[in-house]
């Protein structure tokens, strides 16, 4: 049986664009730890000031459908002037994008989520850096099964929704940058 050479230099270029593309497909993202949130995704956040006790206010945030997280938080941290604060939630996301500390890199490895899953947990804090509130949260998401991912938050969107439990300082935490790390952390001796 005789092929005919253009027949086999079509099978391979055939060969080459699946490798490729498998390749492609399977790379692996990493982002910047001091990337800034994209804003303008979470235009459903309600706020609603729960408790006051002197300069320590308590907020809820409840986020509707669609809204991106991070985007919602980092608003919230601008329009109320936030210097300090921690919070925790818990809800549902559609998707979400966590990150794993790569040393090696000073970046983050991002891992994504395409599938309805439970916030069984979103702890954080907001701290100035340049000036500007930063919001640093760490999620926990769960799927159908059970099975529970969990890293640096990223990106995550809500469905149906998300409730956060936020409480402003009055001290302002500022943070620093680690050159080792590539990170900026909070640094308790700033004045």
Do not use: C
Not at 125 to 152: C, E
């Amino acid at each position: 049986m005789k092929i005919k050479k253009s027949t086999l230099l079509s099978l391979f270029a055939v060969i080459l664009f699946f490798a490729f593309s498998t390749i492609k497909a399977q790379a692996q993202e990493y982002v910047s730890p001091t990337k800034a949130a994209q804003t303008g995704r979470s235009p459903g956040v309600k706020v609603k000031l729960i408790s006051s006790n002197g300069t320590t206010k308590t907020y809820v945030l409840v986020f509707a459908k669609g809204d991106e997280i991070m985007s919602g938080l980092t608003e919230f941290a601008v329009k109320y002037n936030v210097k300090s604060a921690h919070f925790t939630a818990i809800g549902d996301a559609t998707s979400a994008k966590i990150g794993w500390y790569v040393g090696s890199r000073k970046m983050f490895k991002v891992n994504n989520i395409n599938e309805q899953s439970e916030i069984t947990s979103l702890i954080g804090d907001i701290a100035l850096s340049n000036g500007n509130p930063v919001v640093h949260a760490h999620i926990n998401l769960a799927a159908a099964d059970g099975t529970v991912r969990g890293g640096h938050l990223l990106e995550a969107f809500v469905a149906p929704t998300l409730e956060v439990m936020m409480t402003i300082e009055p001290a302002p935490l500022y943070k620093k940058p680690d050159v080792e790390f590539g990170l900026n952390v909070i640094d308790p001796d700033h004045q």
